[in-house]
Structure formats: structure tokens, C-alpha cells
């Protein structure tokens, strides 16, 4: 038969496994507490990187816009300014010919 001394020896050890094992838990579930935080706030993260990246995508859209249109504008004038050096060229070309003729 046990003594008193031994089942209180006894008791007082499943109390102590009890408590560790309650107090482990608890600490598991802050554990998984603060990895459900650390998860939203990287979705937080990926959502503003997502927003920068659509207003990054907008702005280069435009830039791309205005460059081709300052592109078309400078290739207008720069034929325009052809056209006159040519139309230049051919009147002197007339003028050279009228010497030569006489």
C-alpha cells in the first residue's frame, strides 16, 4: 500500500505535467497568434506593393504616351525642315543651271 507522503508525491507531479502542458499550450496559441499577425501584416505589404506597382505600371503608360507624341511632333518638323533644306537645294540647283545656260 502507499504512504500519504507517496501519493501526494504523486499527485503533486501530475498537477505539475498539468500545468506545464496547460502553460505550453497557451504558449503555442500566442505563438500562432503572433504568426497570424506576422501573415496579415505581409498580405498588408503585398497589397501596397500591388497598388504601387499598378500606379508604377499608370505612370510609365502615360510617359510611354507622351514621348511617342513629342516623338511624332519632332519627326513632323524635322520633315518639314527637310522638305524646306530640299526645296532650298533645288531652287539653287535651278539657279546654277540658269548660269551655266548663258
Known amino acids: 500500500m502507499m504512504s500519504d507522503a ?3 508525491t ?3 507531479t501530475m498537477l505539475a505535467i498539468f ?3 496547460w502553460f505550453n499550450n497557451s504558449r503555442f496559441g500566442d505563438t500562432n497568434t503572433r504568426i497570424g499577425d506576422v501573415n496579415n501584416r505581409i498580405g498588408d505589404v503585398n497589397k501596397r506593393i500591388d497598388d504601387l506597382s499598378r500606379q ?3 505612370r510609365l503608360d502615360d510617359f510611354r504616351d ?3 507624341a513629342e516623338i511624332r511632333l519632332e519627326s513632323e518638323r524635322m520633315i518639314q525642315k527637310i522638305d524646306a533644306v530640299l526645296n532650298q537645294l533645288a531652287n539653287h ?3 546654277i543651271t540658269r ?3 548663258r
Do not use: K
Open 6 to 8: 507517496q501519493i501526494l
Open 10 to 12: 504523486i499527485a503533486f
Open 19 to 21: 500545468v506545464a502542458s
Open 56 to 58: 508604377l505600371d499608370t
Open 66 to 68: 507622351v514621348i511617342r
Open 93 to 95: 540647283e535651278t539657279r
Open 99 to 101: 548660269l551655266e545656260e
